[in-house]
């Protein structure tokens, strides 16, 4: 199968420089890598956390974590938000009409950014 | 997953960062972090992501400049509501909740509460492109966090109970990161 992906510049040439440096083909490098990221999705999914493990102490040495992963990790235990009826009432209008972010909203973000 | 990494970007918190020193002035923050925020993200009830001093930074800086929790939650109405349950939108609201913020009072007065925030926000976004989220909820301790929260569009809308309960719409959040 064949695909196609957009990433960022600095990713594109980490894998270009890492499947040189391997001596693999960037597809190969890229079908190992989506290998290992599927299987760290379904390790996730069952309730597990990915860490690096020191082979000096046996103890973890990092967390791995991704967007996807946190976000699949906080989506397995979501926890009740009790609120009054007026409340969620209000929320939910607000989502049917969500306003466009304000411009010391959107000012924040692109500070954030630099 | 939406692009421009910052230099504020934090990291998911270490077992080290509950013994760095770090104060916010704020007792139940502080003994949060401390206690609490490295057990409840092993345990995965919460996810901590702490913001450290990088390279740049003043050296008299703290190791940890601040920290934010995260989760997710399912809004619903509290028991009394339910009796008029015929009145109420029947289906829960899944939410994205940012449980705790806070700058260490060393590092404060250089709006990295704003970039704490911008941060938990993309996270939030990144997350719900593929998690069901229909907002952020934050909770306002003081009149001063709730002040802070409205200058970011956030809108209170549980003022009667307290914390004082603060949501924005995924939508809102999304459109603010859309710009180039």
Redesign the interface.
Known sequence: MHLEATV?ENRGAAVVQLADELGLTQSQLIDEALTLFLRAVLEVKR?R?LVTLDPRTSQPA??L?T??L???????????????????????A??EA?????S???G??????? | MIDGESRYATVPIEAGDAASGFSCGKPPLDDYFKRHAIRNDRAGISRAYVLRRAEADPPELPAVLGFHTLSMAVAEPAPIARLFEAKLPKDPMPVALIGHLAIDVRAQGRRLGEALLMDALRRIVDAAAIVGCTGIIVDANDDAAERFYMKYDLVTVAAETWPHRMFLPIATARSAFSDP
């Not at chain 1, 924040?108 to 630099?114: H, Y």
């Open positions: 960022p309730g956390r990092c967390e974590a967007p996807t946190s976000a699949l990790e906080w989506a397995l235990r979501p926890e009740p938000l009790l609120l009054p009826a007026e409340a969620l009432a209000r929320m939910r607000m989502t969500a306003p466009k972010a304000s010391c909203l959107r924040a973000v692109k500070r954030s950014r630099r």
